[in-house]
């Protein structure tokens, strides 16, 4: 009897040890209505692994000292679904933002360049419409440098985001304009974001709910788009204040428009919906 005959089921108990882990090391709130989807996601994972049960498997995460097991589960659970320009409003506001600021000789007197923080990357579709948006917008200013950080929990994201490399049918949602500019050709229906905005973006694993930011310096805006809702009130509160901690006085907080930071003590001022800006 091979594996996949032999492998237990995933039991109420199980889910709800699964349930605790991945909400003690990322945050995300799976609440009681998820078993189906942990059942699918870790099955694979299981199989791979030759596990005859959820629990043993647990158990294997639980003491794996390297944690690239726990990262495994994480990357597996967390949901990955995005496209390029999503929301674009967002990078509308980013674009005349940065001409406002460009062009305001005070600001480029003190100021020769802007930091972007896209802090829920997934797999690069949001820093490289920062990167096409910021590009446009500054194309006619010299000397101002854009570099823009973009992290994410899972690892497996971020090895395809550095890549910068997109079926071109999803490029349906970038402006024609930006497709010429900034994509080129890779075969085999691939399309590659051009090097000028590849070297625009440092990627790096970063855990938004685990310990304090190594930020050395403030953000001008940070995009945490669509990564709050699978998080419960409190740890949203927590995340909102750390997150305007590391704004620069006068930079924006865009958050996603299915988000709010209703009923949320925070120090930001509401702008429009799902911006947010840190009082100077």
Same mark, same amino acid.
């Given at each position: !009897?091979? &594996? ?30 998820? !078993? ?11 199989? /791979? ?24 589960? $994480? ?13 674009? /409003? ?14 305001? =000789? ?18 690069? =579709? ?5 990167? !096409? ?12 440098? &854009? ?17 910068? +490399? ?9 402006? =024609? ?7 080129? @050709?890779?075969? /085999?229906?691939? !399309? ?9 973006? +440092? ?32 740890? /949203? @509160? ?20 299915? =988000?709010?930071?209703?009923? $949320?003590?925070?120090?930001? +001022? ?11």
């Amino acid at each position: !009897m091979n &594996v996949i005959e032999t492998l237990r089921d995933l039991t109420a108990e199980e889910y709800e040890l699964f349930r605790q882990l991945v909400y003690q090391h990322s945050g995300i709130n799976l609440g009681g209505q998820k !078993m189906q989807l942990v059942r699918a996601r870790l099955g694979k994972r299981l199989r /791979q692994g030759g596990f005859r049960s959820f629990r043993a498997y647990y158990e294997y995460v639980r003491k794996d000292a390297s944690g690239r097991e726990l990262c495994a589960v $994480i990357d597996a659970i967390a949901t990955n679904t995005t496209h390029l320009f999503r929301e674009k /409003q967002h990078f509308d506001f980013l674009g005349q933002v940065l001409r406002d600021w460009a062009s305001d =000789e005070v600001w480029r007197r003190r100021r020769h360049d802007v930091r972007i923080w896209s802090a829920a990357c997934s797999s690069g =579709e949001e820093p490289y419409s920062i990167a !096409m948006t910021a590009h446009d917008a500054l194309c006619t200013y010299t000397g101002i440098e &854009v570099k823009i950080l973009a992290t994410d929990i899972s690892t497996n994201v971020l090895e395809r985001a550095e890549q910068g +490399t997109y079926e071109q049918h999803r490029l349906g949602t970038v402006p =024609e304009s930006f497709r010429r500019r900034y994509f080129t @050709a890779a075969g /085999q229906g691939l !399309m590659r974001v051009v090097p000028e905005l590849r070297r625009m973006i +440092t990627f790096a694993r970063l855990n938004l709910i685990a310990g304090n930011f190594p930020f050395r310096y403030p953000f001008d805006l940070i995009f945490c788009r669509n990564v709050m809702i699978y998080f419960d009130r409190p740890t /949203q @509160a927590t995340l909102v204040n750390r997150l305007a901690e590391h704004l620069r006085p006068g930079g924006y907080l865009l958050i996603g428009h299915s =988000e709010s930071l209703n009923s $949320i003590s925070h120090p930001l +001022t509401y702008v429009r919906p799902t911006i947010y800006q840190r009082r100077r």
